[in-house]
């Protein structure tokens, strides 16, 4: 298993530019979920999806898109990219059954925005 | 709402020490309760959890108790390792929801040889 996979590393954009971070998970896990990591602030939850067709709303969603039309993916859309969005992106996804399952973070996405 | 609050870093020890980070939280009902671990260049690894008050998380030499009393999860290693440097966060999980994850702000901590 690839386990939680994300593209591109690294990105840098330009202010006002859209462009879609790509999570894919190959566990079959329902829940899915992007989170963003800044210096002193820890991991916000931007949005989460609980299965395919299913999403909404974490802490800080404004200036974010996302989708879930299959299981394996969920991707994150900057509609116009902003400097404030400059930060490391988590996707994460586990299982939905039982409770307080174990999630699994991919390796992150470092974005620029100019 | 809930909250976690990790003692601030940056921590640096020597090989051996013994390590404690503190985390405190604020939450609705009974959380369960993680500490994940970042190696550098990495993305977030669960480390262990506790889900009921008492329970005792345990892995790689690294323990955390649940304390409902002080809502406390501090984190303990008695000889740390070269190879335990690296950002430790708790987080919570309350409502039956493992999805929504609250973190701390994270610690990183530093092992010298």
């Known amino acids: 298993n690839a386990g939680v996979t994300q593209t591109p590393k690294f990105q840098v954009l330009k202010t006002g530019q859209s462009m879609t971070l790509q999570c894919a998970q190959d566990?079959?896990?329902?829940?899915m979920s992007w989170y963003r990591q800044d210096p002193g602030m820890g991991l916000r939850l931007i949005h989460y999806?609980?299965?395919?067709?299913?999403?909404d709303q974490g802490e800080v969603p404004n200036g974010y898109n996302v989708s879930r039309s299959t299981t394996e993916d969920f991707p994150l859309r900057l509609l116009s990219a902003a400097p404030s969005q400059t930060s490391v992106y988590f996707c994460?996804?586990?299982?939905?059954?039982?409770?307080?399952?174990?999630?699994?973070f991919g390796p992150g996405t470092r974005l620029t925005v100019l | 709402g809930n909250s976690v609050t990790q003692m601030e870093g940056p921590v640096t020890l020597s090989e051996e020490a013994f390590l404690t980070i503190n985390c405190t939280y604020t939450a609705t009902g009974y959380p369960s309760l993680f500490w994940y671990v970042q190696y550098p260049g990495e993305g977030l690894q669960l480390l262990l959890k506790a889900t009921k008050a008492d329970d005792k998380g345990s892995n790689k030499g690294f323990e955390a108790t649940y304390r409902k009393e002080t809502t406390s999860f501090h984190l303990e290693k008695g000889s740390v390792q070269v190879s335990d440097s690296a950002v430790y966060f708790c987080?919570?999980?309350?409502?039956?929801?493992?999805?929504?994850?609250?973190f701390g702000k994270g610690t990183l901590l530093t092992v010298n040889p």
């Open positions: 994460a996804s586990s299982y939905r059954s039982g409770l307080y399952n174990e999630q699994f």
């Open positions: 999806s609980v299965g395919a067709g299913i999403t």
């Open positions: 566990m079959n896990h329902e829940y």
């Open positions: 987080a919570l999980a309350s409502g039956g929801s493992n999805y929504k994850l609250t």
